[in-house]
């Protein structure tokens, strides 16, 4: 069979502000699971490794911060697949008013 063809884009997988819930989804053609090979995802996230989704509450941050990773599609025959993605936590206010 085939190997596990990604169908999500590589690179940025959003910005999210900081404590925000976070839910994506990553998806690989024939993959039957996912992990992570390197990198590391904002505090508080997990991956479900069946799914591909990517979710939890943003947690630990103190700057904005851009975390990189990469993930593994897998197939039931074992072939894999890698790619690189990232998250955005951003904890600057935006539009934020000035008080003098």
Known sequence: ????????AAGSLGSFSGGDTISVT???TNA??????SGTFPGGLSLNTSSGVISGTESGATADTTYSFTLRATDAQGQ???RAFSITIN???NNSGQFN
């Open 32 to 37: 039957t699971s996912f992990s992570k090979i």
């Open 91 to 93: 904890l600057t206010a």
């Open 1 to 8: 069979s085939d190997a596990p063809a990604w169908t999500t």
């Open 80 to 82: 894999t697949a890698d």
């Open 26 to 28: 990553v998806a690989a």
